[in-house]
């Protein structure tokens, strides 16, 4: 089941919570699924040979494109280091910023997530490498795990020169090293906006742990980042705020 299927049983007049017979059905195929199946598990990569230097700067942006934004949020809010991971859409124009229309494909969005770190405690670089190693699989060309198309594609979107420069050495250096069984298909994009998805999408993974994509696809994920990245793993998420949340 993937996951536009399991969105599509959610009614539309309450989007932000499954009916109790509902998830009852859900958490009962979703545990089948992972009984059958085993997750995909994290890749141990090298750290960047190249990071951009931290400087005199506390706040900084970046935007990564690694299928269900759901997962790839909540991996990030459990890195320290990070103040703030929203989902939402990126590579295409604020007018089809919308779940609906992205999920066809046709927008040049992809799903993705922006984050707010403070590059004294946690690099630029430091987020790629838990990027390619837990939040997704690199290697999957415009898909992820169950969930098909351009809208689930692998992709960074630098918000800057520096930033470009090493999301693009670091591909390279992963390349170089074969650090996967398959090529690196993550491609890197011009950045031309970020827009906010809509509330019912953040903290997802929070506000749903018994969800069967969430339990089956991304809680692994987390668990992965607390295994391979101890010294930046948080147990709190930091949560978007509800006042974005709602909108």
Same mark, same amino acid.
């Given at each position: !089941?993937?996951?536009? +299927?399991?969105?599509?049983?959610?009614?539309?007049? @309450?989007?932000?919570?499954?009916?109790?017979?509902?998830?009852?059905?859900?958490?009962? /195929?979703? #545990?089948?699924?992972?009984?059958?199946?085993?997750?995909? =598990?994290?890749? *141990? /990569?090298?750290? =960047?040979?190249?990071?951009?230097?931290?400087?005199?700067?506390?706040?900084?942006?970046?935007?990564?494109?690694?299928?269900?934004?759901?997962?790839?949020?909540?991996?990030?809010?459990?890195?320290?280091?990070?103040?703030?991971?929203?989902?939402?859409?990126?590579?295409?124009?604020?007018?089809?910023?919308? $779940?609906?229309?992205?999920?066809?494909?046709?927008?040049?969005?992809?799903?993705?997530?922006?984050?707010?770190?403070? =590059?004294?405690?946690?690099? %630029?670089? &430091?987020?790629?490498? *838990?990027?390619?190693?837990?939040?997704?699989?690199?290697?999957?060309?415009?898909? +992820?795990?169950?969930?098909?198309?351009?809208?689930?594609?692998?992709?960074?979107?630098?918000?800057?020169?520096?930033?470009?420069?090493?999301?693009?050495? %670091? /591909?390279? +250096?992963?390349?170089? @090293?074969?650090?996967?069984?398959?090529?690196?298909?993550?491609?890197?994009?011009?950045? &031309?906006?970020?827009?906010?998805?809509?509330?019912?999408? +953040?903290?997802?993974?929070?506000?749903?742990?018994? $969800?069967?994509? /969430?339990?089956?696809?991304?809680? =692994?994920?987390?668990?992965? #980042?607390? &295994?391979?990245?101890?010294?930046? $793993? !948080?147990?709190?998420?930091?949560?978007?705020?509800? *006042?974005?949340?709602? &909108?």
């Amino acid at each position: !089941m993937t996951r536009t +299927q399991t969105a599509s049983l959610r009614t539309t007049a @309450a989007q932000r919570f499954l009916t109790a017979v509902g998830a009852a059905v859900l958490v009962a /195929i979703g #545990l089948h699924l992972a009984s059958a199946h085993a997750a995909e =598990p994290a890749v *141990v /990569i090298p750290a =960047p040979s190249v990071d951009e230097p931290a400087g005199d700067r506390h706040t900084e942006t970046a935007v990564f494109a690694g299928g269900c934004f759901w997962g790839v949020q909540g991996v990030f809010q459990h890195v320290r280091g990070v103040s703030n991971a929203v989902s939402g859409y990126s590579g295409g124009v604020s007018g089809t910023a919308h $779940y609906e229309e992205v999920g066809t494909g046709s927008t040049g969005h992809a799903e993705s997530v922006q984050v707010t770190f403070d =590059p004294q405690v946690v690099s %630029y670089g &430091k987020l790629l490498q *838990v990027f390619f190693s837990v939040a997704h699989n690199p290697t999957q060309l415009n898909y +992820q795990g169950p969930d098909h198309g351009t809208q689930y594609r692998s992709a960074l979107f630098p918000t800057s020169d520096e930033q470009r420069k090493v999301a693009t050495a %670091y /591909i390279a +250096q992963l390349q170089a @090293a074969k650090a996967y069984r398959a090529p690196v298909v993550t491609k890197v994009e011009p950045f &031309k906006g970020f827009f906010p998805a809509e509330g019912y999408h +953040q903290n997802f993974l929070t506000l749903n742990p018994d $969800y069967p994509y /969430i339990v089956y696809n991304d809680l =692994p994920k987390v668990a992965d #980042l607390k &295994k391979v990245f101890p010294g930046e $793993y !948080m147990d709190k998420p930091v949560l978007v705020p509800k *006042v974005v949340a709602t &909108k």
